[in-house]
């Protein structure tokens, strides 16, 4: 068996357990600087009273070729799908639909998996008040994450 359907699975399980904290940093960075990507890192993971809690930043369209291009360069980081390169990821935020979709790349030791999710169960504007109603149970790991924000 190939070693990257196993990578999908577990990205994939990671992906629909966090997406309402994804998707709730997607409409707030949407809405506090426009288009953007999500970076996730699953390296050096928090641990604390309500469990893991990962690295997640924002990255702005404005910012997003010069963060790629310094990101993606370094010696130690491979991009997964390698005919996803950072033409291909611009270009999908450039046209994505922040209130049905959202771009979110997933790094996991020295590979980064690029993601371009569409057809959520949940859209990033309902996970955002969905996070919202339910602020005390977020608000350790979302106000990490907003500390984060890159702009």
């Not at 990205?11 to 960075?29: E, M, P």
Request: with cysteine; charged share 15%.
């Amino acid at each position: 068996m190939s070693e990257v359907p196993d990578q999908l699975d577990w990205q994939q399980d990671f992906i629909a357990t966090n997406l309402l904290a994804i998707g709730y940093n997607a409409w707030s960075g949407y809405l506090g600087g426009g288009r953007g990507a999500i970076i996730c890192s699953t390296n050096a993971p928090a641990v604390g009273i309500a469990g893991e809690s990962f690295r997640t930043y924002f990255i702005q369209r404005s910012r997003l070729a010069a963060f790629l291009n310094a990101w993606l360069a370094a010696p130690d980081t491979v991009i997964l799908r390698h005919h996803f390169m950072n033409a291909h990821i611009l270009e999908a935020v450039d046209t994505y639909n922040p209130t049905t979709e959202l771009v979110f790349l997933l790094e996991s030791f020295n590979q980064v998996t690029f993601f371009y999710l569409r057809n959520l169960p949940i859209t990033p504007p309902q996970c955002y008040e969905q996070v919202c109603k339910n602020w005390e149970e977020f608000q350790p790991v979302i106000c990490e994450v907003q500390k984060q924000v890159v702009q």
